[in-house]
């Protein structure tokens, strides 16, 4: 069997809109070049993000029609409860209504001002709500991961002789905790390997610090293990997704990614005074803590959905349908973060497009074409998304890297919509020369990204 299909069929379908390049021009400027103020239904192929933009399964919406909506001790929520402690083993298991908020509950408790927090790369909310509690986001990335063209199996991995340095610097007891991202979002959706997590466990666990895992794209990240790490090929996903658990205290999730759903999260951890923290906090921002923030109806599809997200024929239809995407751009001369990671294809704008500086937003430029062009909507993960001012000279002080991220949402999209991208993506790089940078004309304090507006340099 040579082509890895899709494994499942479609019940309900969604049209998309056709619109014409003259169109689309006018809709860009009426966006200010921001794709997230381009109204969705004038989008022909949406890779903006994976996050809540899954298929669920008749099994999910069984479950929708099925949740029960009492407001304290809902049976959905025991099976909620009961799913996700088989999967993570954790003790407490603490419904939220986004990953997001998951973060804003952990961090108000355990940051502020004087504490740090190291990751192997924090994405834009986890650095978002640990800033905003007064304490510092630090990444660890190892050396491989800021390399984008270098192929390399674990490029998530966090390095641990910075860690072991880092908490000897700060003084372990201004380091709450300590968070592996799986998979590394913010680098490129790239794996971290079980050797890794193990390590990093051993390291804190020698200080005294506790390991919390933001799980968001765990079942991705444990079929990559299955697939390159020695001793995990006769496992099930199940087992290693488990396993990576085991070596953790906690979790931050996003169920908008791996559980398949729509909306939702939780936060989770087997530490009982800081539950109990969180629960209060809980109870102050999201809600009781048998829905916290969530329908009844959101939790059945969680649950149904953190079961099937570990069904190894979808893992593998999923993981190779983005290296599919990421080996026709690398074919065509894109420039693209290698390997292709588990969720999306990252280009590197800075190689692609080395006539425009990182201040004049590249990647932007970039997501700017795939939209006039083809009407496919992707994000900017550079300068935009991670820029700052430095506060005496006011000049922009960039990231590492200029990405694009074309994110693929789950169960959504066929091998046909993937091949009309690809065509999209060769016009994209024979045009690369004509693009010109952007310049922000406003922008908010926090997460600009989502709000800024863009005007083209000519
Ligand atoms: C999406 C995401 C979050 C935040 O989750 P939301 O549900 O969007 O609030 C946190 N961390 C990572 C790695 C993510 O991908």
Known sequence: MKTIIEPFKIKSIEPIKFTTELQRESILRKAFF???LIPADDVLIDLLTDSGTSAMSAKQWAGIMDGDESYAGSKSFYRFEKTVRDLTGFHHIIPTHQGRAAEKILFSIVGGKGKWIPNNTHFDTTRANVEYSGAEAVDLLNETGKHPELKADFKGNMDTAALEKFIQDKGAEHIPLCLITVTNNSGGGQPVSME??????????????????DACRFAENAYFIKLREKGYADKSVREIAREMFSLADGCTMSAKKDALANIGGFLAMNDSALASKSRNLLIVTEGFPTYGGLA????????????????EDYLRYRIRSVEYLGDKFSAMGIPI??????????????????????????GQAVVSEFFRLGGIRCVEIGSVMFGKYDTTTGSLISPPMELVRLAIPRRVYTQSHMDYVIEVAENVFKNRTNLKGFRIIEEAPML???????????
């Open 34 to 36: 921001n794709p997230f």
């Open 196 to 213: 890794n997590i193990r390590q990093t466990k051993k390291i804190l666990q020698h200080y005294h610090i506790p390991l919390f895992l």
């Open 296 to 311: 009844g109806r959101d939790l059945e599809a969680i649950a149904q959905g953190l079961e099937e997200i570990l069904d």
């Open 337 to 362: 973060v290698q390997p292709p990671g588990g969720h999306a294809i990252y280009i590197d704008a800075k190689r692609l497009l080395q006539h425009i500086p990182p201040h004049e937003y590249p």
């Open 448 to 458: 600009r990204h989502f709000t800024a507006k863009f005007e083209n340099l000519v």
